[in-house]
């Protein structure tokens, strides 16, 4: 599926830091001096559409009888499985089968049953298609969380375009340094480019499970997808000629 930038490029920021290590720097090979080097750094950023959605819901049973209980649970998983049959768009995956004892308020605490949990996790592009199975799963199943990201693809598309900026900005830079100490010319020594991206927004259902409340009238849930920002920072050292 392609993926499709929002809008134009937002806050270049271009940040540099010039440093003559007192006019003389040491080689990192033969250990012989190096002078008029200069240290510099230069940024770029962009949001960019979170296109991909994880939503994460968990069922809870509880009984005196751990196979019965366990058949409650699967249960209840099938019930869920069926009424996603519909979208095709979905990636589902159960997960995280767990099972706890449960005791009595006594001194004694005398084991009076068990309690499982089981997650469902769904993972998409079609936003629409993730609401309206949400709403269905409701009835049965309590949302955990949500989360929304750039998929790996959109984030790739938008650090290299940012790398050419930030790669500008280094060159004006070591230009504008360049000018400003009236040598004729500079080389770049070396160049490190650093990519990365802030973290994505998570919703947080309640987690008191205990007092999970079921509604076969369950609204659909508004999904806000967000953007994300990916940042590209070069650094790197120049030597004057």
Known sequence: ????????WVLLAVVFWIVQASGLAQAQSGGEPQYDVYSLSSEASA???????????????????AARLAEKVNSTMSWATQQLGEFDTLNISTRDYQTYPRYDSSQVRRLI????TQSLQLET???????????????????????????ESTRRQASDALISEAL???????VLVQQNMGASGYKVLDV???TGESS?????????????????????????????????????????D
Do not use: Y
């Open 192 to 194: 490190n480019i650093q």
């Open 168 to 174: 500008d900005a280094f060159k004006a830079r070591a």
């Open 125 to 151: 592009e079609d936003f629409g298609a993730a609401s309206q199975a949400i709403q269905k799963l409701q009835e049965k199943l309590q949302v955990k969380g949500i989360r929304h990201m750039a998929q």
């Open 1 to 8: 599926m392609k993926t499709r930038m929002c809008g134009k």
């Open 113 to 116: 049953g068990w309690r499982a």
């Open 200 to 240: 994505a927004p998570m919703f947080t259902a309640r987690a008191e499970m205990a007092d999970m409340v079921r509604s076969s009238v369950a609204t659909e849930p508004a999904l806000e997808a967000g953007t994300s920002r990916v940042n590209v920072q070069v650094f790197g050292r120049v030597q004057l």
């Open 47 to 65: 949001e960019v559409p979170n296109d991909l959605m994880i939503a994460t819901l968990v069922v809870q049973h509880e009984d005196a009888d």
